[in-house]
């Protein structure tokens, strides 16, 4: 590619074109190239060029809309098997995505597929709470988000872990899971979006994907609030009328590329998690 392709694209001209022009009638002699023929000539294409362009802005434009409406068309480029992930809106079927709540915790789910990744959202975001690691707390939680055999299974180990001395304190926690004064624990899962690998009625396996806030927002912190990603798998069954946890797997990722942005101050951050509250997450 010559420089002059840079500067040219043969629509529009440039330094790079080479013109051919001819006189606008007889006796042009010496002034082929001169006067009112250059400016009759370089007018009459620029209004050519206006009009391609024009035409061409409005051809992508109708084109853009119409790859927009279409949706999840098997035929559009997308990943191996040849098909993009489609974004579903809330409660598309019309079925109303969560009817109550039970403990704090959003429940009453629909008997469905969309019902299951709803609950298993909602529950990621329970299961990582701060109220994990209040005794109390995390009895209700777990008490509402696991099936009652798998509750009664959990209940103790969950307390040795989240009362372990070791760990809380490797987290700036006190023995009862307190934060020290004058800072805020921050625990807090933003689901980014669900997806059900497997369905079949009374049983479902649902994949979340989430960033994770997590440490002590204070002046002087040795465990300042930090950002990760996760991908939750819950094994869901119908139990008593809503979606309940058998079991589950994490597992590092998606991570993107962080930005380049200044991290907030500590007051800052403390202030952010005490005024903005969380959502009812529903697919």
């Known amino acids: 590619m010559s420089p002059d392709d840079d500067r040219n694209d043969g629509l529009f001209g440039g330094s790079g074109e080479t013109r051919t022009r001819l006189p606008e ?18 007018g009459g294409r620029t209004s050519s060029r206006s009009l391609v362009t024009v035409v061409g802005v409005v051809v992508l434009l109708i084109a853009a809309i119409a ?12 990943d191996s098997d040849g098909k993009k992930p489609d974004a579903a809106a809330t409660a598309p079927t019309g079925e109303k995505p969560v009817g109550g709540k039970n403990g704090g915790i959003p429940s009453g789910y629909a008997h469905d597929e969309q019902g299951a990744q709803s609950a298993a959202a909602n529950y990621a ?43 809380l304190n490797s987290i700036g926690l006190d023995k009862s ?74 597992k590092d990722g998606p991570v993107p590329v962080g930005r380049d942005q200044r991290a907030s101050t500590a007051d800052d951050m403390a202030k952010a998690v005490e005024q903005f509250g969380g959502f009812t997450y529903a697919r």
């Open 177 to 250: 899971g307190a934060a020290p004064k004058g800072t805020t624990f921050v625990s807090r899962i933003i689901p980014v979006g669900t997806k059900a690998t497997k369905f079949d009625g009374d049983s479902a396996t649902v994949e979340i994907w989430y960033s994770s806030l997590f440490g002590l927002a204070g002046e002087n912190t040795k465990n300042p609030v930090s950002e990760s990603w996760f991908t939750n798998s819950y094994e869901l069954r119908w139990v008593d009328g809503d979606w309940k946890v058998s079991d589950f797997r994490q």
């Open 25 to 42: 009638g007889e006796g042009g002699g010496d002034d082929v190239y001169g006067g009112g023929l250059r400016r009759s000539a370089r």
């Open 67 to 78: 790859f927009a409406n279409r949706g999840g068309d098997d035929s559009s480029a997308g």
């Open 125 to 167: 975001v329970a299961l990582g709470s701060a109220d994990m690691f209040s005794k109390d707390l995390r009895h209700g939680i777990v008490n509402v988000v696991y099936t009652p055999e798998e509750a009664t299974k959990r209940q103790a180990d969950l307390d040795k872990v989240y009362s372990a001395e070791k760990f």
